[in-house]
């Protein structure tokens, strides 16, 4: 893609920001929830270094987090395992040096204007915070319209696209770890053992399920019919029909695994015949066009993908749709 940096500016038209980020990009605040539990308050303070003689006021419920001081979350008694008797009783306490003293550092972005975590920004060594005055997220934004690289447009699709077949999905409360013990904790393609996935966060362990019959088709994700792959065959398969990507013996192993039928697996591309069964709702139809209306790309498409596989149309379904949109479709 061609890079147009050197010779090109990106010029501010309609900036501004409200009175309470200008002349903050370099300032630190620290960012706590208040000790108080009944009080949900996130508590930023403005500071150069933590004062050793601290008070913090709460300003929801007026708690007083002081330096020197603590706040006791419970009474214990310690216990000797072996003849059950007394060794001490105290209390549990949090000493507000130590809770302060290690909440995150945050400051303004200059450009989006939200406080945001110090890791949010790129180092630069001759500020005071240490750290650019723009987020990362703004400067990727910026850098993308500098150097006509931009991947908004891209993004959107892509986020569209997504937004759209959640609509079809009767979204059930997946068990990832009945999954991964189904297939032995390995990816069904190449045997990569994956259980170290099982202590890692949610997003990473449902990073590694695919559909097995694709969401492009409308079929859901679910417990029983997702196949465990490992990233790169992850996103090898992708949205692939089964019969497309997998051998014979593959989806004959897969279809004893899943209870997918081998021969829709192996035929032709299918769409899932319970949300055809929704597009017939004319209220449901409706829905959409509402949600879409402003990005209506993915759904034009995925009507002018059913019709040519299967002949019906969706737009016939509901008379209140606009002509206008038929059009739109057709000139796809
Ligand atoms: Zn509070
Ligand atoms: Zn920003
Ligand atoms: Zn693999």
């Given at each position: 893609m061609a890079r147009r940096t050197a010779y090109t500016k990106v010029k501010r038209l309609n900036f501004s920001n409200p009175d309470h980020v200008k002349g903050m990009g370099d300032k630190t605040f620290r960012g706590f929830q208040c000790l108080n539990k009944e009080?949900?308050?996130?508590?930023?303070?403005?500071?150069e270094r933590i004062d050793p003689d601290f008070e913090y006021i709460c300003d929801k419920c007026g708690f007083e987090h002081k330096a020197g001081e603590t706040t006791t979350l419970y009474n214990y008694e310690l216990i000797d395992e072996r003849d059950k008797s007394l060794i001490e009783a105290g209390s549990?306490?949090?000493?507000?040096?130590?809770?302060?003293?290690?909440?995150?550092?945050?400051?303004?972005?200059?450009?989006?204007?939200?406080?945001?975590?110090?890791?949010?920004f790129d180092v630069h060594g001759s500020r005071q915070t240490g750290r650019q005055g723009e987020c990362r997220l703004c400067k990727q934004v910026y850098n993308g319209i500098k150097n006509q690289t931009r991947l908004t447009e891209q993004h959107r699709e892509a986020s569209q696209k997504r937004r759209l077949y959640t609509h079809f999905e009767d979204r059930e409360k997946m068990d990832v770890a009945i999954i991964y013990a189904r297939f032995g904790n390995c990816c069904f393609k190449c045997g990569t053992d994956l259980s170290s996935d099982l202590t890692a966060g949610a997003a990473k362990k449902e990073g590694n399920l695919d559909h097995t019959l694709p969401v492009f088709y409308l079929w859901p994700l679910t417990t029983d019919s997702a196949t465990l792959l490992c990233r790169e065959h992850n996103g090898e398969k992708a949205e692939k029909w089964p019969g497309a990507y997998y051998t014979d013996a593959e989806l004959r192993r897969l279809s004893a695994l899943t209870g997918i039928e081998h021969r829709l697996m192996a035929g032709a591309p299918r769409f899932n015949p319970i949300a055809l069964a929704k597009l017939r709702d004319a209220a449901f139809i409706e829905s959409l066009f509402e949600k879409f209306a402003r990005y209506p790309h993915e759904l034009l498409r995925l009507r002018n993908r059913i019709l040519a596989e299967t002949g019906f149309d969706f737009l016939d379904i509901n008379a209140n749709i606009s002509p206008e949109w038929r059009r739109r479709a057709d000139e796809l």
């Open positions: 009080c949900k308050n996130l508590i930023f303070v403005q500071v549990f306490q949090l000493l507000h040096d130590d809770y302060v003293g290690e909440s995150k550092e945050y400051k303004y972005c200059i450009v989006c204007g939200a406080l945001k975590p110090f890791e949010l």
